[in-house]
């Protein structure tokens, strides 16, 4: 075959190289526009994981670098005059210009044409190519040729960058944050050869256009940022190798991801690798790991399917559908940790103390949890540990097992709960007229008894047609009260939990069928009116609601707030406003859903005017020292809808009418809404609203194990964790992931202690089954 890759960094070349070496038939050129040992940036990190995979491919290749490598283990964090260290992090790194000068001689030793200072305009320069590689990085030309073909999706990201180096060796990769007058910068840092560092400046757009940067040119930059990290620097000088790029040189970094890898033009197969493919951000270091990952998996393809030309289209298809996925997992990661990147000054380094920050960075990409921590540094994790339980009051005994911040107290008003694990609210429809019985006893009481901190009964409704469905449970009689009280009596006289109340009204979504008779369906008989922000239905068959009348709004008001009095009554101890899910309350606060244009519509403040009219009334009933909760929708995951920005803006409303926590759940506004699910999917927004607003969260959704409540609350995350389906599996989830990592700070029942320690030895003993597998 004739192949030509069309750009000579790590992707070409080594995509080249691998090629060749398979078949030594194929003729194989690269041609790249800068000279031989002409290139940007300084040094680039890779894992150890990356270097295998190499080796079983090109031993030899793989061997030189390892020899360039420059391995450390330690991370370093300055921050608010702290210096702070942590171990076991294991990364390597190696000068961009010697990894290419490695790729460039294997390419020639084993007969590879490498052409230097020759820009290609176009893929047709070369008609004889069977195979052109477009391995022309972020900014390929060939890409932006074929973009009808390839669709990408380039998106400029805020933050600007500068990438400096320097002469001053440091033994751990290193990050400095500082505070100037107009905002934060943080510079990244890692050596790459005996005596040169990378040194990354990066800041935020607001920042750096507040310093005049946009106007400064290199050098200009480069004696600012030598006096903002003068500490770091430690005498030593910036240097840039950049001095091609025109203008300031601090760029924003392109996140790039392409719907089609290969395209047919004619005459040739043109093939996307590398960045020219994708990007990933330099906060999770993993680049040039993609693009040799991309070399590696072509030519394995070539290796399976056939190195003949007419196996081309078969191969190409394989490439991507294997490539993409592991791309698109790595992008993730690379997202979460970009994202902390773009916001880290005021959300995180103005509000989180020295230690919980740093905690915050290392598990900044979500894919490093507490667990990974542990197994990287158990001494430094134990001490965080540590740091955290005395924030919280817990009296620390050396020679006691620490307690795990999952479950350390957590006081709110007068409400202390035991951990911070909550069992959300989850509907039953298993009451007749609102009234709770002997299920609801036996689910909730069960529940309580299995270890969490707090246990919500399920959304309970202000009025009989304020109900999803005739099975739902209510607070509107003293009959109900009763029936509520016997459980609340329950959990509090045999468990240490507290008892939650969500109090809510269906709106327009109510007047439904019980759940396995068909979700959301209108009632088959005996339906009853519905009311809402605006006539908006819910399910396009379901019934529309009337727009709420200022009867409406004093009658509604009337019945939450003798629900919370009769909840007080009862004895709960937090209550929460379910303002979630398309409910009534929701229906207002939602821009989808509230068509209105008196003053409960248009603006947020009018939007969340009802709202906050039943918290302020709701709040004079319920007693002092007990909190109230607010369920919010924080994404509604619909064009038109809701986003993180409005639930945080709804959330500080909340806040100043005296709200105590945010529970922060999402979707289910619209009915043709599209959630991204996945792990801690909700979680985000937990994040936000409580470094940015400022008020207590509850993160909720896909959080199933112990090790993501330890990561949530550690990193200052949220406050509480809500675990909802995990608990409908087991009722003592709490108990059993405390025992699962090794936890006794959880009392067991003591009618059910006989258990605990055949559990304990059971689950060491099929751990001590398992293979052992590494940590990610
Ligand atoms: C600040 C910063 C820090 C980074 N840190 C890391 C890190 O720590 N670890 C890591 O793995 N990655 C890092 N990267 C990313 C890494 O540099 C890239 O992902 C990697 O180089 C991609 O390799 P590539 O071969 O696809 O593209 P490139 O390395 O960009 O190579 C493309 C080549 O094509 C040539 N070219 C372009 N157009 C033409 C043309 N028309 N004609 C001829 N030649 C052309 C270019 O001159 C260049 O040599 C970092 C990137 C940045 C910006
Ligand atoms: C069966 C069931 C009923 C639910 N009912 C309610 C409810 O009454 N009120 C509410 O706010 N959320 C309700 N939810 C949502 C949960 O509280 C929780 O937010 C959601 O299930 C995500 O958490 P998970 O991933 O831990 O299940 C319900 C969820 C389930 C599975």
Redesign the pocket.
Known sequence: MRIVCIGGGPAGLYFALLIKQANPAHRVSVVERNRPYDTFGWGVVFSDATMDTMRAFDAKTADQIEVAFNHWDDIEVYIKGRRMRTTGHGFVGIGRKQLLNILQARCEEVGVELVFDREVESDEEFPDGDLIIASDGVNSKIRAKYAAAFRPNLIARPNRYIWLGTRKSYDAFTFDFRRTAHGWFQAHIYKFDQDTSTFIVETTEKTFLAHGLEQADQDDSIAFCEELFAEVLDGAKLMTNARHLRGSAWLNFSQLTCDQWSHFNGRSHVALMGDAAHTAHFAIGSGTKLALEDAIELSRQFRRLGDAAENIPAVLAAYQEIRTVEVMRLQNAARNAMEWFEVVGNRYADTLEPEQFMYSLLTRSQRISHENLRLRDKYWLENYERWFAARCGVSIDPDAPVVPPMFTPYTIRGVTLENRIVV????MYSARDGVPNDFHLVHLGSRALGGAGLVYG??TCVSADARITPGCLGLWNDEQAAAWKRIVDFVHQMTPAKAGL?LGHAGRKGSTRL?WEGIDQPLEADNWPLISASPVSYLSNGQMPREMTPDDFERVTADFVAAARRGADVGFDVLEL?C??GYLLSSFLSPLTNRRTDQYGGSHRNRARYPIEVFLAIRAVWPQDRPISV?LSCHDWAEGGNTPEDAAIFARLFKEAGADLVDC?SGQVWNNDRPVYGRLYQTPFADKIRNEVGIATVA????SEADHVNSIIAAGRADLC?????H?ADPAWTLHEAAKIGSRSVPWPKQYLAARTQYETNLARDAAARPKSPAP
């Open positions: 959300s609210p989850m509907a399920e959304m969500q759940a379910h979630a899910h369920r759940s909720v959704g896909a959080i809500a675990v909802a389906r995990p409908l």
